[in-house]
């Protein structure tokens, strides 16, 4: 089941990251309890946000730089995260969404830090509630959380970046990684395609 829910909410969190691409925010909501999921740790994320019927089922989260230099952006994805949620009314198909916002920066670094990522990793690849990540922001911490994200079990993680433009052989090996930011090397963005069943 985890892997065929993963698969269907790619197209949300693609659908997030077009909004966030566009500039589109939400208006700053509170956090309630997501009831049905295993929260990820306080360390690094808010609590469960859920706003639907019922419990959240389900779990994504966003992993990005919320201090520092790119929080503008983060918070520009987070918010779009949130609206998108809501104009689904917290659903994805049969499953109610929760979403939990996680932290890959320190204040000491006011970016992104590479122990933090690797926390963050091994916490989401522990975590049977979840079934997708928005992020990272930059292309380090990708190379760090993809080996991790790789051995979560039921076939890996999806991991869905809408900035990380990095060619590292570690991003390449993501068995479940898409990006809608354009390596590099490339001139224009190509759409992102929804992965295909292993």
């Not at 900035?163 to 001139?187: F, H, I, M, Q």
């Amino acid at each position: 089941m985890r892997r065929y829910t993963r698969l269907g909410l790619l197209a949300l969190l693609v659908g997030v990251l077009a909004f966030a691409a566009a500039g589109c925010g939400g208006k700053k909501s509170s956090s309630s309890s997501g009831g049905g999921v295993t929260a990820l740790p306080a360390s690094s994320c808010t609590p469960v946000e859920y706003k639907g019927d019922g419990k959240a089922d389900v779990l994504i989260a966003t992993d990005l730089p919320m201090q520092g230099g790119s929080r503008i952006q983060s918070r520009q994805i987070v918010g779009a995260t949130r609206y998108l949620l809501e104009q689904q009314n917290w659903k994805a198909g049969s499953h109610n969404v929760g979403l939990q916002v996680c932290d890959d920066s320190t204040a000491q670094a006011a970016k992104w830090d590479p122990d933090k990522c690797s926390r963050n990793a091994h916490a989401y690849a522990q975590n049977s509630s979840l079934v997708g990540v928005i992020g990272t922001f930059n292309s380090g911490c990708a190379a760090i959380e993809i080996p991790v994200l790789n051995q979560a079990p039921g076939g890996g993680l999806q991991l869905l970046s809408p900035a990380n433009t990095s060619r590292d052989r570690a991003c390449e090996r993501l068995r479940r990684r898409r990006r809608t930011a354009s390596p590099r090397k490339r001139g224009s963005p190509r759409p992102v395609r929804p992965a295909k069943a292993a």
